[in-house]
Structure formats: C-alpha cells, structure tokens
C-alpha cells in the first residue's frame, strides 16, 4: 500500500521531527509511506482564516496522488479504533485500493474544497490536536494498525 500524508506546515521543533522519523522508519516494512508537506499560511497575510485556509488547500489538493482515496483528520470525522482502523485498511487494501492520502490541516482547520475531495473523515476524538501532534499520532497509529493487521506484537 502507498500512503502519502499531506501535512500543513513543517515541522520545526526537533522532537516533532524525530517522532515522525521513528514511526516512518517502523512504517517501512509495511507500506510505502511519504509525507508531503505544504506550507502554512498566515492568516493575517491573506486576508483573514477563510483566505488562508483556501490558499493551504489549493496547496494540499495539488500534492494528494490523483487515485487516492483521501481521508482527512478533522475533529467531526468516523471515530475507529486501533483494530477498527486496521480492519478499515486491511478492507481498502482487499477492495483494490492501493493509493490513500491522510490529510492533516493547518491550525485554522481543512478547506472545504479539501472536504469535498475526501473521501471519508477520520477523528482522533473530540479533542483538539496540535497538527503537528496529529501527525506523530497518525504514524503512530498506521504502524500499529499494520502490526495489529498482521499479528505481531507491539499492540496492547
């Protein structure tokens, strides 16, 4: 499977950065996993949140491959368990698809147009995430679904 996250904003703290690095080293074995990310855009540069939201999802749509099935991250998405997200990729995977995108939002949430490219929504819970914290939790997530998938240790 290839997954590509498209992620607004770069990580600029270390830990962030070695976090991610972790899990997309853990990751290898199971998927082709990249990380694209697309830069933020403040808000009081473009003209206001909606402004900047926009300009960050032209930037997002351009980087998600065009056969992707797209699942973005917002707070209002399916809720799944770690066993649930396994069987969800183990199900996308067995129904031919090959290509998912995860999309991570800038700190003034996703564009619509971004919304409406995606094919599902997936939520963390109800709670506020920092995107960059979303995104080491996301990793972390995909390699412990691999690892459920396939019955190895790591999950508890």
């Given amino acids: 499977m290839?997954?590509?996250?498209?992620?607004?904003?770069?990580?600029?703290?270390r830990f962030w950065a070695d976090a991610c690095a972790e899990y997309l080293k853990r990751l290898g074995p199971y998927a082709r996993v990249t990380?694209?990310?697309?830069?933020?855009?403040?808000?009081?540069?473009?003209?206001?949140?909606?402004?900047?939201?926009?300009?960050?999802?032209r930037s997002v749509l351009a980087r998600i491959p065009e056969r992707a099935r797209v699942i973005a991250l917002a707070i209002g998405g399916?809720?799944?368990?770690?066993?649930?997200?396994?069987?969800?990729?183990?199900?996308?995977?067995?129904?031919g698809t090959s290509d998912v995108a995860f999309v991570i939002g800038g700190s003034t949430g996703i564009d619509e147009a971004v919304l409406a490219r995606a094919d599902e929504t997936l939520s963390f819970g109800?709670?506020?995430?920092?995107?960059?914290?979303?995104?080491?939790?996301?990793?972390?997530?995909?390699?412990r679904a691999f690892k459920i998938s396939r019955g190895e240790p790591y999950h508890k």
Avoid: F
């Avoid at 290839?2 to 703290?13: F, S």
């Avoid at 799944?80 to 067995?94: I, P, Q, V, W």
């Fill in 2 to 13: 290839n997954i590509t996250v498209v992620a607004v904003g770069k990580l600029k703290e």
């Fill in 35 to 57: 990380v694209a990310e697309v830069a933020d855009v403040d808000p009081a540069r473009a003209g206001g949140e909606a402004a900047a939201r926009a300009a960050e999802g």
């Fill in 78 to 95: 399916k809720a799944r368990t770690s066993e649930g997200l396994a069987a969800h990729l183990d199900d996308l995977a067995l129904g």
């Fill in 126 to 143: 109800p709670i506020t995430l920092p995107h960059n914290l979303a995104r080491v939790v996301l990793l972390e997530q995909l390699y």
